[in-house]
């Protein structure tokens, strides 16, 4: 059974940090790019993140550069956003997905909220 499995969302003030993880399985996660996007109340769901299958090329929104940093560990089948001088603007379902060609796989979300 293909799943994938986010974890780590909560609240958080403004300017704290946070680290959400996406934990694969059923498939070959290590074969896929994975990305994160997120959704907040009333917007359409936004990339916010990805990195190749091999972890060595990133990219991201241009408003969380700086800020965010996506890294994944294939051994562990799992991929990691860290999210840092978090700001209100950033609070949001986070959504997990793996990609590879016409495949794709999204995971059930996490809530990240930023207020204080």
């Known amino acids: 059974q293909v799943q994938l499995v986010e974890s780590g969302g909560g609240l958080v003030q403004p300017g704290g940090s946070l680290r959400l993880s996406c934990a694969a399985s059923?498939?070959?996660?290590?074969?896929?790019?994975a990305s994160w996007y997120r959704q907040a109340p009333g917007k359409e769901r936004e990339y916010v993140a990805s990195?190749?299958?091999?972890?060595?090329?990133?990219n991201y929104l241009d408003s969380v550069k700086g800020r965010f940093s996506i890294v994944r560990d294939n051994g562990k089948n799992t991929v990691y956003l860290e999210m840092n001088s978090l700001k209100p603007e950033d609070t949001a379902v986070y959504y997990c997905?793996?990609?590879?060609?016409?495949?794709?796989?999204w995971g059930q979300g996490t809530q990240v909220t930023v207020s204080s």
């Open positions: 990195i190749t299958s091999n972890g060595r090329t990133t």
């Open positions: 997905k793996a990609t590879l060609l016409a495949t794709v796989y």
């Open positions: 059923g498939f070959t996660f290590s074969n896929y790019i």
